[in-house]
Nanobody, 124 residues
Framework: QVHLSESGGGAREAGGSLVLSCQTS???????MAWFRQAPGKEREAVAR????????YYNSAVKGRFTMSQDNAANTVTLQMTSLTPEDTAIYYC??????????????????WGQGTLVIVSA
């Protein structure tokens, strides 16, 4: 069973940068991983998805070019590097994993393991 734990959230001014980390543990090898976020009063949305499956990489158009997701299998860590932050990036960020085969959707239903979330606040 896979367990996820996020860290790295905090407060930044617009234009700043932040790196979120997700420590993974458990037995599922190389699952499909993603970062989601949920802003106040809004639905949870996919930010980025990463997988070794061809076509498994995805970035939300709102963050493309500013955020980079990477995975270090040796360290069991998934990171989300965020640059050029804007107040619209304010949200709780969640790490998610899909432990079954396939990595083809950005719907939250596609993922079966979730971290507890980490808060990112960006001020104008």
């Amino acid at each position: 069973q896979v367990h996820l734990s996020e860290s790295g959230g905090g407060a930044r001014e617009a234009g700043g940068s932040l790196v979120l980390s997700c420590q993974t543990s458990g037995s599922a090898p190389r699952p499909c991983m993603a970062w989601f976020r949920q802003a106040p009063g809004k639905e949870r949305e996919a930010v980025a998805r990463l997988s070794e499956v061809p076509g498994g990489t995805y970035y939300n158009s709102a963050v493309k070019g500013r955020f980079t997701m990477s995975q270090d299998n040796a360290a069991n860590t998934v990171t989300l590097q965020m640059t050029s932050l804007t107040p619209e990036d304010t949200a709780i960020y969640y790490c998610a994993a899909r432990t079954s085969s396939g990595c083809y959707s950005s719907s939250s239903d596609h993922f079966d393991v979730w971290g507890q979330g980490t808060l990112v606040i960006v001020s104008a």
